[in-house]
T-cell receptor, first 111, second 114 residues
Framework: SQQGEEDPQALSIQEGENATMNCSYK?????LQWYRQNSGRGLVHLIL?????REKHSGRLRVTLDTSKKSSSLLITASRAADTASYFC???????????FGKGTRLSVIA | ETGVTQTPRHLVMGMTNKKSLKCEQH?????MYWYKQSAKKPLELMFV???????ENNSVPSRFSPECPNSSHLFLHLHTLQPEDSALYLC?????????????FGPGTRLTVL
C-alpha cells in the first residue's frame, strides 16, 4: 500500500501544551500536505511542504520533512481547545499522481 | 467557508433508491474531486475531473456515477447502493488537477444506506 501512516492514532493533551503528530510514507514524493478536519466536516488545508524543503511555519504550526526517513511531523505549539480535530497528512508520489491520505491523528485538547 | 458547498448535508436512502449528491465550487478552479470517508479508513479518492473531463476513476463500483456539467458543478448519482456505502462523501476542488495544488473541501454529505 502507498498509504501514509500517521502516528499516534490519538493524542490527548492539556491546553497550552505542544502537540506533535508524525507521518510516514513509503515512496519518493513531490510534496506532502497536512489537513485538519473537525468532526463530521470537510478537510481544511494547513500547510504544503515540497520535497526540497525541510521546514515550514504557519502561525503556531511547524511542519518538518525528512525525505531520507520518509517522514514528516506537524507541531502545534501552545495548543488551544479549538485545535481539537483530526489531522491528516497527504502526499503526492513522484509524477502527476493523486494525493494519498493517511488515516489521521485524532487530537483532543483539554481546557 | 472554503468556497465549496455540498447538498444535501445528510441523506438516508434505501438500497433501491436513486439519489444525487451535488457539489458547487465558487473558486474558479478547474479540477473537482469526489472522496469517500469511512470510519477508521483513509480518505479514498473516487473520481477526479479536470475541465469537465474525468481524469481519474479509482475502480469505483458502477452504482456510483459522477457527472460534471461544467467546471463549477459536480454531481454523484447514486443507484442501488449497499449498506457498506454509508460514509461521509466529500467534494473538493483545486486550481488544477495536480496534487501540487491545495485542495479545498466542502463540508460533506453524510450518507446512510438502510
Amino acid at each position: 500500500s502507498q498509504q501514509g501512516e500517521e502516528d499516534p492514532q490519538a493524542l490527548s493533551i492539556q491546553e497550552g501544551e505542544n502537540a506533535t503528530m508524525n507521518c510516514s510514507y513509503k515512496t519518493s514524493i513531490n510534496n506532502l500536505q497536512w489537513y485538519r478536519q473537525n468532526s463530521g466536516r470537510g478537510l481544511v488545508h494547513l500547510i504544503l511542504i515540497r520535497s526540497n524543503e525541510r521546514e515550514k511555519h504557519s502561525g503556531r504550526l511547524r511542519v518538518t520533512l525528512d525525505t531520507s526517513k520518509k517522514s514528516s511531523s506537524l507541531l502545534i505549539t501552545a495548543s488551544r481547545a479549538a485545535d481539537t480535530a483530526s489531522y491528516f497528512c497527504a502526499h503526492q508520489n513522484s509524477g502527476n499522481t493523486p494525493l494519498v491520505f493517511g488515516k489521521g491523528t485524532r487530537l483532543s485538547v483539554i481546557a | 467557508e472554503t468556497g465549496v458547498t455540498q447538498t444535501p448535508r445528510h441523506l438516508v436512502m434505501g438500497m433501491t433508491n436513486k439519489k444525487s449528491l451535488k457539489c458547487e465550487q465558487h473558486l474558479g478552479h478547474n479540477a473537482m474531486y469526489w472522496y469517500k470517508q469511512s470510519a477508521k479508513k483513509p480518505l479514498e479518492l473516487m473520481f477526479v475531473y479536470s475541465l469537465e473531463e474525468r481524469v481519474e476513476n479509482n475502480s469505483v463500483p458502477s452504482r456510483f456515477s459522477p457527472e460534471c456539467p461544467n467546471s463549477s458543478h459536480l454531481f454523484l448519482h447514486l443507484h442501488t447502493l449497499q449498506p457498506e456505502d454509508s460514509a461521509l462523501y466529500l467534494c473538493a476542488s483545486s486550481q488544477e488537477a495536480d496534487s501540487g495544488y491545495t485542495q479545498y473541501f466542502g463540508p460533506g454529505t453524510r450518507l446512510t444506506v438502510l
